[in-house]
């Protein structure tokens, strides 16, 4: 089985900052990982497909890269809607998700 | 536009039985993958089960084989999960989701609003 470990586990920062989130493969999945985020009570919504390809809809500010075991989740001027939970998910085997991120207001 | 709804959550002793439902639409139901994802109060996301488009695949969570199935009937666009010997610490919100694209084993671009499982004595 493919583990997932997402670092960190929570993010403060400030409206306005960069941020980033890692996922690390305990072994290759190519390109086959998403990014979601979760709203407190919402179910997931897709940002980021295939590690690299943002979902139709979603703000550029967002954006993915990475391949084989690590990938990485940058958001670039963080919006007050952005404060909320992420998670990644790899499809190369099975599926997994990451242990999600938890931004929170600094 | 894609609609999932599930159905069937409720508060259950240890050890019963539960069958959840997920009602799609607005999509080719028989052409998509299906899986269940849940997420125990204040935890993260955790896949449990996956049925192919045709239901010839099935794949679970080691959490979960053995004492969960799951199942579709494509003609009323439908996918079960039947949990078996339930344990306390799979109390969790359910979700079904649907797969990107058809036939393939993909990401998930849809999901329903979940349904809320409880075991308790």
């Known amino acids: 089985d493919i583990q997932m470990t997402q670092s960190p586990s929570t993010l403060s920062a400030s409206v306005g900052d960069r941020v980033t989130i890692t996922c690390r493969a305990s072994?290759?999945?190519?390109?086959?990982l998403a990014w979601y985020q979760q709203r407190p009570g919402k179910a997931p919504k897709v940002l980021i497909y295939?590690?690299?390809t943002l979902e139709t809809g979603v703000p550029s500010r967002f954006s993915g890269s990475g391949s084989g075991t690590e990938f990485t989740l940058t958001i670039s001027g963080l919006q007050p809607d952005d404060f909320t939970s992420y998670y990644c998910?790899?499809?190369?085997?099975?599926?997994?998700f990451g242990q999600g991120t938890k931004v929170e207001i600094k | 536009q894609v609609q999932l709804v599930e159905s069937g959550g409720d508060v259950v002793q240890p050890g019963r039985s539960l069958r959840l439902s997920c009602a799609a639409s607005?999509?080719?139901?028989?052409?998509?993958?299906i899986h269940w994802v849940r997420q125990a109060p204040g935890k993260g996301l955790e896949w449990v089960a996956a049925?192919?488009?045709?239901?010839?695949?099935?794949n679970f969570a080691d959490s979960v084989r053995g004492r969960f199935s799951v199942s579709r009937d494509n003609s009323q666009n439908t996918v079960f999960l039947q949990m078996n010997s339930l344990r306390v610490d799979d109390s969790a919100m359910y979700y079904c989701?649907?797969?990107?694209?058809?036939?393939?084993?993909?990401?998930?671009?849809?999901w329903g609003q979940g349904t809320l499982v409880t075991v308790s004595s």
């Open positions: 607005g999509f080719t139901f028989t052409s998509y993958g």
């Open positions: 998910l790899q499809y190369s085997s099975d599926w997994t």
């Open positions: 295939k590690a690299s």
């Open positions: 049925i192919s488009y045709d239901g010839s695949n099935k």
């Open positions: 989701a649907k797969e990107r694209l058809p036939g393939m084993r993909d990401y998930f671009d849809s």
């Open positions: 072994q290759s999945i190519s390109r086959w």
